[in-house]
């Protein structure tokens, strides 16, 4: 019995994303791990505000290496701990406001060292 979908496009067996053969075939390493953070307690976050133009303060956090600390998502947490905007830059985290306080706090709770 011949199969249903034999010579169509349907017929195609799942092939490898990186080396297009398949996938029985195929032998790919595993996917790469992601990076590997660094524990918070094995960090130290600095921040300070700033004041920009038209007198807009921001707190910046910063001393943390991207390479070692998702951003990020540190970024997002800030943000809702503070119900404020921010963004990264320079390989800082910037959060609209003067949130010093408060991020101080969420930052120890979460193990990192400070100052
Ligand atoms: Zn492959």
Redesign the pocket.
Request: one cysteine or more; glycine letters at 0%; a negative charge.
């Given at each position: 019995m011949s199969r249903l979908f034999a010579g169509t496009p349907f017929d195609i067996p799942p092939?490898?994303?990186?080396?297009?053969?398949p996938?029985e075939s195929?032998?790919?390493p595993p996917e790469v791990a992601k990076p590997t953070w660094l524990p918070p307690s094995k960090q130290r976050a600095k921040i300070r505000t700033d004041q920009r133009k038209h007198r807009r303060v921001v707190t910046v956090i910063w001393g943390l290496s991207p390479d070692e600390t998702n951003l990020p998502e540190l970024l997002s947490v800030l943000k809702g701990h503070c119900g404020a905007g921010g963004c990264i830059s320079n390989d800082a985290i910037e959060l609209q406001g003067d949130h010093k306080q408060r991020v101080t706090d969420k930052l120890k709770k979460m193990e990192y060292r400070v100052g």
């Open positions: 092939t490898c994303d990186r080396c297009d053969r996938i195929c032998d790919c």
